[in-house]
């Protein structure tokens, strides 16, 4: 009989969808451990609440809308000394690695991180993670609980956590803010030259394109096939394309129609922003590379020879 | 100001991981370690800081197969001090290792702990938090472009999507550093090895907890079922032709 507690995040005066997916794991969850679902929300709004139609249950924490580290986390272990629940979970996202070590460690609890899947069995929690750059899954056994799993965004369906009703909700009291981190503003993304999220086929490069000079045949190939030319993370930091060209957890998401994945291995990092591309064609030298874990057609090889003798032909 | 940088050794992604007879743990032999990336960002956003305003970098690593690699690399690179924590296995989980960490990092008296904000490892969650919630800091995780400003640091936090956040946060600090605002530097072979013969690593013996949690199966992920594998470019060509691409 063990209720699940589903962290609700939200950003820029909207529930975030890993808010969503993480109520769908829950009722699924929930329906195991014969417990409900309880919803925690800090520093939201009464039009928030409303959204959560599919928790039992919210709690609410009064706050500034903005997401602070330092007074979220003491509001989530204020809750769960509250609500009591046998499951937390929280997104493995950037809001939720602020809160889920903190959480385990202030209140010793079992946590596993970069969840796909968290099950009851037997009386005991079994969380499968996404490890080694998405190359192993790890089960871990977090006891009966109470415990802590970090669910990663892409495992569950938003709409099967979204549901009409009017939860009961109940106010907690805020923790007092110790002021030692103060946020200042939200930084939202300048225009981009090109819209990746617009476009209907993506080169996308990865590490494997070495250096900067030859972003060049990733290009040719992408005007001779109408694309745009997006990319990994490796590429953004080495500061080859712009901020705006990236594709993945704190990049973009993007559903083109074709994404062409050139030299990317498939950190879980980038899987969550291209997964949802109607088909993906990856082109890798390593034929263990995760990737081919989401691609519809994989082909092992240089991405050289592949971008020259696509580029010959077209 | 001081900045302490714990540097984590993770497996080389590149290899092909085995999963050991037992089923619930990596096989480890033979298996190539390396310095986990987003340290090397952590590393390299501190001896910024250093170099722009002045402050003493401690690197600390676990005695293990890559501590004293990471350990000169990192002193070859600009750190002013290197020690190597010892009663915990490398491999261990972060937890373990966090409190290790913490009980060398503590007496340092650092201003500023800088630290990957995640590693491929992280079955028990990251090691910054962790290590925070250890010595009794706060904690930002997935932090770029940290500014000192006193005795506070200007830092941004990525969301998804672009967005970031600004804060401010008082010092000591513990940040999990997403990426350093350049990249990161490299030492070359004939620097590490000179500074390795010059050089000498601190000892400090630490201990590590029990793991808070129990592996009981470990497997690579189900091979993409559904991803057909294309010999040749003009298979692939094919491809495009038949999504209407070309």
């Known amino acids: 009989m063990g209720d699940i507690l589903v962290v609700a995040e939200h950003l820029n005066g909207a529930l975030a969808d890993i808010t969503f997916e993480m109520l769908a794991h829950a009722k699924t969850l929930a329906g195991q451990t014969q417990g409900q679902v309880v919803a925690l929300l800090v520093g939201g709004s009464g039009e928030m609440t409303g959204q959560l139609g599919a928790a039992a249950k919210v709690l609410t924490v009064a706050a500034d809308g903005n997401f602070n580290p330092a007074l979220?986390?003491?509001?989530?272990?204020?809750?769960?000394?509250?609500?009591?629940?046998?499951?937390?979970?929280?997104?493995?996202t950037s809001m939720g690695m602020d809160l889920a070590s903190a959480l385990a460690a202030a209140r010793n609890l079992p946590l596993a991180a970069y969840c796909t899947q968290v099950?009851?069995?037997?009386?005991?929690?079994?969380?499968?993670?996404?490890?080694?750059?998405?190359?192993?899954?790890?089960?871990s056994d977090l006891g009966a609980g109470p415990c802590v799993a970090a669910m990663l965004p892409g495992y569950a369906s938003a709409d099967a956590g979204k549901a009409a009703g009017s939860p009961a909700s109940e106010a907690l009291p805020a923790p007092a803010d110790p002021g030692k981190v103060r946020f200042k503003r939200l930084i939202l993304p300048e225009k981009?030259?090109?819209?990746i999220q617009a476009q209907d086929v993506l080169v996308a490069i990865g590490r494997g394109i070495g250096k900067k000079e030859d972003i060049a045949v990733a290009e040719e190939l992408a005007k001779a096939l109408g694309a745009a030319v997006a990319a990994s993370r490796p590429i953004i930091d080495a500061g080859w394309l712009p901020k705006a060209r990236q594709v993945g957890k704190s990049g973009l998401k993007v559903k083109p129609k074709v994404y062409l994945a050139l030299g990317i291995s498939g950190a879980p990092e980038h899987i969550e922003g291209m997964k949802g591309a109607g088909t993906i064609i990856a082109v890798n030298t390593d034929k263990n590379a995760p990737i081919f874990d989401v691609a519809h057609y994989g082909m092992v090889s240089d991405l050289f020879d592949v971008c020259e003798a696509l580029t010959d032909k077209l | 100001m001081k900045i302490a940088v714990p540097l984590k050794q993770v497996p080389d992604l590149v290899e092909d991981l085995e999963v050991a007879a037992s089923g619930t743990a990596l096989d480890f032999d033979g298996l190539k370690m390396k310095l986990n990336e987003f340290d090397e960002h952590a590393l390299e956003e501190a001896l910024l800081l250093k170099e722009a305003s002045g402050a003493e970098v401690v690197a600390l690593a676990i005695a293990g197969a890559e501590a004293d690699r990471m350990l000169f690399t990192a002193l070859a690179k600009g750190a002013d001090k290197a020690v190597k924590v010892s009663g915990v296995d490398a491999n261990a989980?972060?937890?373990a290792l966090a409190q290790a960490f913490a009980a060398a990092i503590g007496p340092?008296?650092?201003?500023?702990?800088?630290?990957g904000v995640q590693s491929a490892s992280d079955r028990d969650g990251q090691l910054a938090p962790l290590l925070a919630a250890r010595l009794g800091l706060p904690c930002v995780s997935v932090v770029t472009g940290?500014?000192?400003q006193g005795k506070a640091v200007l830092l941004k936090k990525e969301y998804s999507g672009g967005?970031?956040?600004?804060?401010?946060?008082?010092?000591?600090?513990?940040l999990g550093i997403q990426a350093a605002r350049q990249t990161p530097r490299y030492a070359p072979v004939s620097k590490v090895r000179q500074v390795q013969q010059s050089a000498k690593l601190e000892d400090f013996a630490a201990s590590g907890g029990a793991a808070p949690s129990q592996v009981v199966k470990?497997?690579?992920?189900?091979r993409g079922q559904g991803c057909k594998m294309l010999k040749s470019a003009d298979e692939l060509l094919a491809v495009l032709k038949e999504k209407g691409v070309v």
């Not at chain 1, 979220?72 to 979970?89: G, N, S």
């Not at chain 2, 967005?163 to 513990?174: G, S, Y």
């Not at chain 2, 470990?218 to 189900?222: D, K, L, Q, S, T």
């Open chain 1, 72 to 92: 979220h986390a003491p509001a989530l272990q204020t809750a769960v000394d509250a609500a009591k629940p046998q499951v937390v979970l929280v997104g493995s």
């Open chain 1, 119 to 139: 099950t009851a069995q037997g009386g005991k929690i079994l969380a499968t993670s996404q490890l080694y750059g998405g190359k192993l899954l790890v089960t």
């Open chain 1, 192 to 195: 981009a030259d090109v819209d």
């Open chain 2, 93 to 95: 989980d972060n937890h």
């Open chain 2, 108 to 115: 340092l008296g650092a201003d500023l702990i800088l630290t």
């Open chain 2, 146 to 148: 940290v500014q000192p």
């Open chain 2, 163 to 174: 967005v970031m956040a600004e804060f401010e946060a008082d010092l000591p600090v513990v």
């Open chain 2, 218 to 222: 470990m497997a690579p992920p189900p």
